[in-house]
């Protein structure tokens, strides 16, 4: 059975004294004798005394909790964004509290009310997947607490958001590949609702139309942009009575997920099918061949998001126009698409 923890009231007690001298001894507070704040420091060893930072900061009406959200935190992406995040936040005396949506609404639901009970000073929320409403963020603006997105936002908002220029990263990759020789490009993408896959596909469209040629429908799959989808995606593009030479994933996990059927088929990357994805995710630079991918500036967009956020808090005034910081994308040309075609 656990034991419970000591409080400053059990400290008091032992020694026979008040508890606001116990609190002022343990702060090293001036008024204070030595003699007795060697007791209370000795005592508070002894019974394993933690103090309740967050108490004594909601005391103060502070709690230094930023809270956020991602979708999961098993990939490189996310896990890269929270290490920025958690940099600056530190930095700026703010410590953070992370949940995950697991990419279901509901869940993120749950998050926002939790940690508005947990009384952040701010939140930072990249979507899940399925998020289609807006509705369970207008808690926290009505309660004015400083939100900002990041990477996935919802088409139209105009919110506090720090974003990857998805639309140049699209057409970064499609132009490439399209130098490479490759005129069939497949695409695979994710739901448009949300603002990443809308406008990476938007860029594939873009440098399509820019070098004449043409958009097939059949060339385009939308999915959830797992590895699973890809196998799916890529078995649906071998069917066809003229397969793609190329494929642009939105999302790395179904570009890998390509790869390994067209293994399974013992079909030649990038000889036969050129492929390129997005996010750089850790694993492009292990498969083989390695894939080409771009680079969303991770790290970048979580310090990015925090000063947003702190900018934020520091605004007097309760009009604070939404700003959006939009970052540029690096495309990582690799072993996957570089083959000159004849």
């Not at 309740?52 to 230094?64: C, E, F, I, T, V």
């Not at 942009?225 to 995606?233: A, F, K, P, Q």
């Not at 890529?234 to 190329?246: G, S, V, Y």
């Amino acid at each position: 059975m656990a034991r419970a923890k000591a409080s400053i009231t059990d400290l008091a007690k032992q020694l026979g004294i008040s508890v606001s001298t116990v609190s002022r001894a343990l702060s090293d507070h001036p008024s204070i004798s030595d003699p007795t704040k060697k007791k209370v420091w000795k005592l508070a060893k002894e019974l394993h005394y933690q103090p309740n930072h967050m108490a004594a900061g909601l005391r103060k009406g502070r709690s230094n909790l930023l809270g956020v959200m991602v979708p999961h935190i098993d990939g490189h992406f996310f896990t890269m964004v929270v290490k920025g995040i958690e940099t600056v936040a530190s930095k700026a005396g703010f410590n953070i509290m992370i949940c995950q949506s697991n990419e279901d609404v509901a869940h993120e639901r749950k998050n926002i009310e939790s940690l508005l009970s947990a009384q952040v000073e701010g939140i930072l929320v990249s979507l899940a997947r399925n998020t289609l409403d807006f509705k369970h963020f207008e808690k926290v603006q009505k309660q004015e607490i400083p939100l900002v997105f990041f990477d996935r936002v919802l088409d139209g908002l105009d919110v506090n958001a720090v974003v990857i220029d998805d639309r140049a990263g699209g057409y970064q990759a499609t132009k490439h590949l399209i130098a490479q020789g490759c005129r069939r490009i497949a695409h695979f993408s994710g739901p448009q609702h949300l603002n990443i896959y809308k406008n990476r596909r938007q860029g594939y469209l873009d440098a399509l139309q820019e070098y004449g040629l043409p958009v097939e429908e059949e060339l385009l799959f939308i999915c959830d942009m797992t590895l699973e989808d890809g196998v799916t995606g890529m078995q649906h593009m071998l069917a066809l009575p003229q397969r793609p030479d190329a494929i642009f994933s939105a999302s790395d996990f179904s570009i890998v997920g390509a790869m390994q059927e067209l293994k399974r088929h013992h079909l030649r990357v990038p000889q036969d099918i050129a492929l390129a994805g997005f996010s750089n995710e850790t694993f492009t630079s292990l498969t083989e061949p390695m894939l080409t991918s771009v680079d969303q500036r991770c790290e970048q967009m979580g310090q990015s998001a925090v000063r947003l956020l702190l900018e934020i808090l520091r605004e007097s005034s309760t009009n604070f126009s939404p700003r959006r910081v939009v970052l540029q994308p690096d495309l990582l040309v690799r072993a996957s698409s570089t083959l000159k075609k004849k």
